[in-house]
């Protein structure tokens, strides 16, 4: 008998999320009126010490309310790692802004901090740091320049959620952090993504841009354009829920992490996540692999062969300096990252969803050993 296939992720949703949305069908409050969506933006903004938190549709969407709210456009020159998902440069290149590409660091998969100076010129105003994958980036160095030259930080916190980097929460660094509670994230709402601030003046113009700038007395006079990116209070029902489980959550990614690291060591084939850096203990968002030289295989091939067997995989991200999508706007012409390109051709990740249960994880394990039996 073959045994079931085992997805890449798979969320768990054992909580309160159907007392929540019972309650919402109940009392009609389906849209993002309903009372789910200040509780659930309070809970993340508290988790995250921060003063505020401004829900919206998804995390793409919550990278787009940070650029524009912090006034990035035609002229200016934003930093950001070339490994990243799409959404971080689209962003920036979707208000007319440039951005300048940094090339990864082969142990931690982040940015390279060490390179952001040399790319600083007259025109850089911001930093868009993006912890990836469960290991943050360093930022007392990033804050350092932030200081330095006078520029803004955005935190891309989406894989760093319940992550903390020397003592404080990832979401709380720089002007503006953002968040996705896509059903692969440590919180789903379905979908989903916060805004998160200090700033009281940042949060307003976050909360009016993130609904279409509605005018303040008459409603439908517009002074600028914003977007229609709220968040449900049927998701945020299902978000709040899933806060309640902050601990329990993190606790469960950390232990699929160290199980996976415990089964797969002493592998020459792969290299397996850092455990920790001098600021962070690994909280393995997914569980990542990178294929060394002697594995003889790409990503692709191997993802392949564990689909065969039963288990599903995703590939790493692919470099923003070889997208199509920017290479055919006249963007990142000649660029070279090799790290970020080894990376994309040699890694992708193992099933590290919640619901992963420990047979999963043995049946996981042993298909990656026998890629090389
Ligand atoms: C998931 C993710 C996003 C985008 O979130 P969506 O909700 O899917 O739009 C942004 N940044 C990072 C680092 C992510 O992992």
């Known amino acids: 008998m073959s045994t079931p296939f085992i997805p890449v992720n798979e969320p ?3 909580g309160n999320e159907k007392a929540y949305l019972r309650e919402c069908i109940e009392s009609g409050w389906i849209s993002s009126e309903g009372p789910f969506v200040s509780k659930f933006e309070e809970a993340m903004a508290r988790k995250t010490g921060r003063r505020h938190g401004i829900a919206v549709c998804n995390g793409s969407a919550a990278l ?33 802004a440039t951005p300048v590409l940094i090339d990864s660091d082969l142990s931690t998969w982040n940015l ?13 105003r911001a930093i868009l740091v993006v912890h990836l994958y469960g290991l943050p980036v360093e930022m007392n160095p990033v804050l350092a320049l932030a200081r330095k030259y006078g520029l803004k930080i955005i935190e891309d916190a ?57 005018g303040k007395t008459q409603r439908f006079m517009h002074e600028e354009l914003g977007w229609n990116f709220r968040l ?41 996540p850092l455990e920790r850096t001098a600021t962070a203990e690994n909280l393995y968002w997914v569980y990542g692999l990178v294929l060394t030289e002697s594995a003889g295989l790409t990503a692709e091939e191997a993802m392949q062969k564990l689909a065969a067997k039963g288990v599903g995989t995703r590939p790493f991200f692919w470099p923003m300096h070889q997208q199509p999508a920017f290479t055919k706007r006249g963007l990142f012409h000649g660029e070279s990252h090799p790290n970020a390109e080894l990376l994309a051709r040699r890694g992708f990740y193992l099933p590290s969803g919640l619901a992963l249960t420990e047979e999963q994880l043995l049946i996981t394990a042993d298909a990656v050993r026998s890629l090389w039996a």
């Open 112 to 124: 390279r901090v060490d390179e952001i100076e040399s790319r600083i010129t007259s025109r850089t």
């Open 158 to 214: 989406a894989e760093a959620l319940g992550q903390t980097e020397s003592g404080k929460p990832c979401g709380s660094f720089g002007e503006i952090s953002t968040l996705s509670f896509y059903p692969n994230k440590l919180i789903t709402a379905g979908e989903g993504g916060m805004v998160l601030t200090d700033d009281d003046r940042l949060a307003e113009r976050a909360r009016s841009l993130r609904n279409l700038c509605f």
């Open 64 to 96: 787009e309310v940070a650029i524009a709210c912090l006034d990035l456009g035609p002229g200016d020159e934003v930093i950001l790692p070339t490994f990243t998902i799409i959404s971080c440069a689209a962003a920036i290149v979707r208000a007319g």
């Open 232 to 272: 449900s209070n049927l998701n945020a029902a299902v978000g709040l829920a899933q806060s309640e489980r902050w601990e329990e959550s993190i606790a469960k990614k950390r232990q699929i992490g160290r199980r996976y690291t415990e089964l797969l060591a002493g592998l020459p084939q792969v290299q397996l």
């Open 12 to 14: 768990r949703l054992t």
